[in-house]
């Protein structure tokens, strides 16, 4: 007796999913497109990126999170994006070092480096700071995730050789690198009570909100980057 194979060729099989996402209604497709978008970036920071000092809701990670949401609701090319807080209050750049690969899962597409407020705090030599931070840099691009490097600055006690000498490691490291990064993470921020809490270093809520504003766009386009080279 003959017998019919009613399975369908893999080949064919592929060519009609093919079509059906070609000529489905583009709302659909839209959104099908969109769900493939979903990508996971990584805050390595201080207590400014911990939120040091306020509400479970108000610190950088999230507000940074809600900021870029409304981004992706303007532009669907943002995708969905998910934002882990890696922040550990007092962490210099030794330390972040110390823990990168356990505070920053394979999985990831991305890592915010938002390090050395502390290293300036307590006077550590800069070089030794732009070394730590390369090396973290490093890591991170040895297991193919991108970064996105945000600067400090040290304070102005510190004396002018200190300052020129940290305040430059940055903008070294974002052009050795080929990375995207924003210069200073407490700029409109930095020097103005009433943005700040009582000790005059942290932001307060408010502050937080100024930040973000600031640094979303060019967070955007560094997720954009992203999306850009994994689909």
């Known amino acids: 007796m003959n017998t019919v194979n009613l399975m369908p060729h893999p080949h064919l099989t592929r060519y009609f999913i093919m079509l059906f996402l070609l000529f489905m209604p583009g709302n659909i497709a839209s959104a099908y497109a969109d769900s493939a978008k979903s990508i996971t970036i990584v805050a390595l920071g201080d207590s400014l990126t911990a939120g040091y000092g306020l509400g479970a809701q108000e610190g950088f990670v999230p507000a940074l999170a809600r900021s870029l949401e409304k981004h992706s609701e303007k532009d669907a090319s943002l995708g969905k994006i998910s934002i882990i807080n890696a922040g550990v209050s007092g962490d210099t750049s030794a330390g972040a070092l110390s823990r990168v690969f356990w505070s920053v899962p394979e999985s990831a597409d991305g890592v915010i480096v938002a390090l050395g407020g502390n290293d300036a705090l307590r006077g550590v030599a800069p070089e030794l700071t732009e070394k730590n931070l390369d090396t973290i840099i490093s890591k991170l691009k040895s297991r193919g995730q991108a970064v996105f490097l945000i600067g400090m600055r040290a304070p102005p006690n510190l004396g002018r050789d200190y300052t020129s000498a940290f305040d430059a490691i940055y903008g070294k490291l974002a052009q050795k690198h080929n990375l995207p990064y924003y210069p200073f993470f407490l700029d409109g921020v930095a020097g103005e009570i009433d943005l700040n809490l009582n000790d005059g270093i942290h932001p307060n809520a408010e502050g937080i909100k100024e ?12 997720v954009k980057s992203i999306n850009m080279s994994k689909y």
Do not use: D, N, Q, S
């Not at 973000?212 to 766009?217: G, S, Y």
């Open 211 to 222: 930040i973000t504003k600031r640094i979303t766009p060019a967070l955007a386009r560094f």
